[in-house]
């Protein structure tokens, strides 16, 4: 069973930085996907940014430009890295990634426990 373990939330001011950390307790960064959701109070959950197996990143509009992903296939570690954050940045963050199956990967299949980012104004 894959594990996944999210770090480095907390609070900062509008315009800080922070750094989350997802680490994989298997070897699946070279896998699938992987990415980051958030979960803002009284909301649905959202995609932020997604890696494939090749470094290939995307991202949603209200990130783009702020945030960036990267994974180190040596410590099977993903990273998100969020520069001028906003107050509609607050949410519970979390990592999540694609089991591999025979000939394909299956969405989304495992999921950290999140962590929380709170930015104030």
């Known amino acids: 069973q894959v594990q996944l373990v999210e770090s480095g939330g907390g609070s900062v001011q509008a315009g800080g930085s922070l750094k989350l950390s997802c680490a994989a307790s298997?070897?699946?960064?070279?896998?699938?996907?992987m990415g980051w959701f958030r979960q803002a109070p009284g909301r649905e959950r959202k995609l932020v940014a997604r890696?494939?197996?090749?470094?290939?990143?995307s991202y949603e509009d209200p990130v783009k430009g702020r945030f960036t992903i990267s994974q180190d296939k040596a410590s099977n570690t993903l990273y998100l890295q969020m520069n001028s954050l906003q107050t509609e940045d607050t949410a519970v963050y979390f990592c999540a990634a694609d089991r591999p199956a025979y000939n394909r990967c299956v969405k989304w299949e495992y999921w950290g426990q999140g962590t929380q980012v709170t930015v104030s104004s």
């Open positions: 298997q070897y699946i960064v070279n896998s699938c996907e």
């Open positions: 890696i494939s197996s090749v470094g290939g990143a």
